[in-house]
């Protein structure tokens, strides 16, 4: 797969066109994570990626996943369901209130991270093949700035 061709001047870019090109950046690292899982055995879909994610990072609530992985709470649990099902998650009811689960991963969740962790690794570094440590780290500072542009815009 080569690189697409970048425009002569990519600060001339329009404003659909930049959606468009973080759209089309989206799709291709989650096109190449889904063949890094698939070539290490993993059938995960991105919810489910995103979701293990998060609990590989502590517990959380359904609520909170559903948020983390824009589903509605009802789509979160059925993704639950299934994951329980794999042996890889684990709900607790939280002592101080019986209505409130606690989600975390198991020890096989907590493995099978480690190897899906990796696989991003290696996506990451296809996506910035080419780069040094500064513009590296300039891309992610760009992006930091234009993600709270965006969402501290109508405040």
């Known amino acids: 797969m080569s690189p697409p061709t970048l425009p002569a001047n990519p600060g001339s870019c329009s404003g659909s066109t930049l959606g468009l ?62 994951l329980e099902a794999r042996g890889l998650i684990a709900r607790v009811t939280d002592p101080a209130d019986r209505r409130a689960l606690h989600i975390h991963l198991t020890p096989a969740g907590q493995a099978i991270w480690r190897d899906v962790d990796q ?25 930091v700035q234009v993600r709270d542009n965006l969402l501290l815009m109508d405040r």
């Not at 989650?30 to 698939?38: F, G, K, N, P």
């Not at 994610?53 to 948020?67: I, N, Q, W, Y």
């Not at 690794?121 to 440590?133: K, P, T």
Request: proline share 1%.
């Open 119 to 143: 696989c991003g690794l290696r996506v990451r570094e296809y996506a910035m093949a080419g780069m040094s440590d500064d513009e590296r780290d300039l891309l992610m500072r760009m992006l």
């Open 21 to 82: 090109m973080f759209r089309q950046v989206r799709d291709a690292m989650w096109a190449r994570m889904a063949h890094e899982l698939a070539k290490a055995g993993h059938d995960l879909t991105f919810s489910q990626y995103v979701t293990i994610k998060k609990l590989a990072a502590g517990t959380a609530s359904v609520t909170d996943l559903a948020r983390w992985a824009e589903l509605n709470p009802g789509a979160m649990t059925r993704l639950l369901d299934r």
